[in-house]
């Protein structure tokens, strides 16, 4: 069972715009920064998002993220098929077994 | 270009030990923690732990703690996560990551392609 909640599966059609949410606590997201990553099928993952809402150099403005208190919030506008993927959040746990945890994963299916 | 290569896959029977490296080039090897993190077949990310190569000092998640050793030589910019005592459900993908930033303003910009290690007797 992962630290961070996150649903297991999101769906939307091309064009269309789509949300993941990740919930954690305040050990973790409420305290800490937020990061994204997209991981294709067979691959590593991806950064897509860092410092809550910040984009790699590279990525598109299509992909957004935010904050606001214990969750963080990954969009994703202008769906195209090959966005299609596994999308992973991740934080630093501040509490005793301090260390990176990531959410459960969510998989992005577009229609 | 930042580039984390790892070492191929492996199949191991229980009780054994396995030692995976990372490769880095492209940057300071010394400049930036690693991470190691798994994901089992059809589930998520885990983390592990990290080195900090420029000391050699280490954090390992509290599952890991006794089973996992992370090293590293400078010399080669390599980092290594070597995993003893294992078990079928240690059957995964290993990660090594660079990481940005530190705890609590971290995240992994530079991820290595994965190594499959399979544990079966």
């Known amino acids: 069972q992962s630290v961070l909640t996150q649903p297991p599966s999101v769906s939307a059609a091309p064009g269309q715009k789509v949300t993941i949410s990740c919930s954690g606590s305040?050990?973790?997201?409420?305290?800490?920064?937020v990061s994204w990553y997209q991981q294709l099928p067979g691959t590593a993952p991806k950064l897509l998002i860092y410092?809550?809402?910040k984009r790699p150099s590279g990525i598109p403005d299509r992909f957004s993220g935010s904050k606001s208190g214990t969750s963080a919030t990954l969009g994703i506008t202008g769906l195209q098929t090959g966005d299609e993927a596994d999308y992973y959040c991740?934080?630093?746990?501040?509490?005793?077994?301090?260390?990176?945890?990531f959410g459960g994963g969510t998989k992005l299916t577009v229609l | 270009q930042v580039q984390l290569v790892q070492s191929g896959a492996e199949v191991k029977k229980p009780g054994a030990s396995v030692k995976v490296s990372c490769k880095a080039s492209?940057?300071?090897?010394?400049?930036?923690?690693m991470h190691w993190v798994r994901q089992a077949p059809g589930q998520g990310l885990e983390w592990m732990g990290r080195?900090?190569?420029?000391?050699?000092?280490?954090n390992y998640a509290q599952k890991f703690q006794g089973r996992v050793t992370m090293t590293r030589d400078t010399s080669i910019s390599t980092a290594y996560m070597e995993l003893s005592r294992l078990r079928s459900d240690d059957t995964a993908v290993y990660y090594c990551?660079?990481?940005?930033?530190?705890?609590?303003?971290?995240?992994?910009?530079?991820w290595g392609q994965g190594t499959l290690v399979t544990v079966s007797s």
């Open positions: 991740g934080t630093w746990d501040s509490s005793l077994s301090a260390g990176q945890v």
């Open positions: 492209g940057y300071t090897f010394t400049g930036y923690y």
């Open positions: 410092d809550n809402n």
């Open positions: 080195i900090n190569p420029n000391s050699g000092g280490t």
């Open positions: 990551a660079r990481a940005k930033g530190l705890d609590r303003r971290g995240y992994f910009d530079y």
């Open positions: 305040s050990s973790n997201i409420g305290n800490n920064y």
